[in-house]
């Protein structure tokens, strides 16, 4: 079974930027597509980020130009590096592991294995 380890969320000033990391153990990372989704309050859960197994990546329009996903194989582990942050984009942020393309299944569903979360705060 895959275990998905998210790291790297905290609070932040709007403008400012993070860099979330999910780290994968009991299989090697290059098996799945990996993707991001988060969750806010009130809106549907949704994809943020998705990046297939051959490397095409996918964004959420909202997102685009701001956030960049990227995988690491050697190290197990897929980053999520999110600049000029915006409140809206305060959620719950979730990785998982899965099919990737590029039209994601509604809310968090569709994929194989799920991380458990980690909280992204963004400040006026």
């Known amino acids: 079974e895959v275990k998905l380890e998210e790291s790297g969320g905290g609070s932040v000033q709007a403008g400012g930027s993070l860099r979330l990391s999910c780290t994968a153990s009991g299989s090697t990372l290059d098996n799945f597509g990996m993707a991001w989704y988060r969750q806010a309050i009130g809106p549907e859960c949704e994809r943020v980020s998705g990046i297939s197994i051959d490397g095409t990546k996918y964004y959420t329009d909202s997102v685009k130009g701001r956030f960049t996903i990227s995988r690491d194989n050697a190290k197990n582990t897929v980053y999520l590096q999110m600049n000029s942050l915006k409140p809206e984009d305060t959620a719950v942020y979730y990785c998982?592991?899965?099919?990737?393309?590029?039209?994601?299944?509604?809310?968090?569903?569709?994929?194989?294995?799920w991380g458990s979360g980690v909280q992204v705060t963004i400040s006026e």
């Open positions: 998982a592991a899965g099919t990737v393309g590029p039209t994601p299944v509604r809310g968090c569903r569709g994929m194989d294995y």
